[in-house]
């Protein structure tokens, strides 16, 4: 378990924050109930920081036959429909919320070049929203593995997610399992997979980035 670059910056505010207000406690000698709720607040700030930004190390063994999950998360949708900005056809979609207690670090769900990317401004619906997936600020990020199969996926932004982070681009070459991008703050992971894919997973299923097996090609 490490802690990921992404949250330097938060946990630097943090620090100086939890600094300061414990220094105006003492300098101005406030009552011993208040010093310790400043402690207790203090306390838990710093925990809720590391507990967010924590990111842990994978081993991943690649497999051309198996979608990998890109997030930690719960199974939110499973559902046949329609793909208008890449493949304008119809797909499977699987959708994973991520809640505010899980790791946000995302993960590349099969091996191959990234064939298509686009980063959409818009709108901070909750991430549970039916248009978030359409109407919300995303990226949208397309893999084409060595059978030629091209899976797609999308970061999205919910109601407190106002980051989202890529690290990729399009002729990237990438590796199942390995990190592309990171969401701040809860949101949602959609995968848009291929009819007739065989989908492991159910909705209400809890999973986990470069773990889980969503489905078999």
């Excluded at 670090?105 to 929203?129: C, D, E, M, T």
């Excluded at 970061?155 to 592309?180: C, H, L």
Aim: hydrophobic content about 45%; charged content about 20%.
């Amino acid at each position: 378990m490490k802690f990921h670059k992404e949250g330097y910056t938060s946990l630097a505010i943090v620090v100086l924050f939890v600094f300061v207000i414990n220094a105006l406690a003492d300098f101005y000698d406030a009552p011993a109930y208040l010093k310790w709720f400043l402690y207790a607040l203090s306390a838990f700030l710093f925990i809720a920081i590391v507990q967010f930004f924590r990111s842990p190390v994978k081993r991943v063994t690649p497999d051309e036959q198996i979608v990998l999950c890109p997030a930690d998360g719960k199974v939110v949708v499973i559902e046949e429909t329609e793909e208008t900005e890449y493949f304008e056809d119809r797909r499977i979609q699987v959708s994973i919320f991520m809640s505010p207690i899980n790791v946000h670090v995302n993960r590349n769900p099969i091996s191959g070049v990234i064939s298509y990317f686009k980063y959409h401004p818009g709108k901070f619906l909750v991430a549970w929203h039916p248009k978030s997936s359409t109407d919300n600020e995303r990226t949208t990020i397309v893999i084409k593995n060595q059978s030629n199969v091209e899976v797609l996926f999308r970061q999205i932004a919910g109601a407190m997610a106002r980051r989202i982070v890529w690290y990729v681009k399009e002729n990237d070459s990438v590796t199942q399992g390995e990190e592309f991008g990171f969401i701040k703050f809860g949101s949602r992971v959609d995968l848009f997979l291929p009819l007739g894919t065989e989908i492991s997973v159910n909705i209400g299923d809890k999973v986990v980035g470069g773990k889980t097996v969503i489905a078999k090609i």
